[in-house]
């Protein structure tokens, strides 16, 4: 195993691009796999609200499998998502942060 990792990692450093598309190209093979493997069960007999969720998240996977395919819509994929991260992120810790002021502030009050 050793020397595969090491036959890999040689390719992936000296071949970016042929192994950023093959990584791309296997992530969208498994998230449509994926995905059609959720909307299976979501045909079986369970209650309704479980069925519809399990059967949303099944097309999403497919969704992001098919932006996936191609590379350099997998890298704008991954940057959007990233980017969506990244702001929801700033606004909880944001909204945290003013929370804790706001608590403090009435810590401070009630101790005078």
Known sequence: MGILGIITGSFVIFHTMESAAAVALILSIWLMVRG??????ACAPLPTSTRIMVGISGVLFIVAGIFFNN?????L???SILGVLL?????FTLGGDVWILRARREIHDLTK
């Open 36 to 41: 059609v493997s959720s909307i299976v069960p």
């Open 71 to 75: 590379p350099g819509s997998a890298a």
């Open 77 to 79: 994929a991954v940057s």
């Open 87 to 91: 702001l929801a992120f700033g606004g």
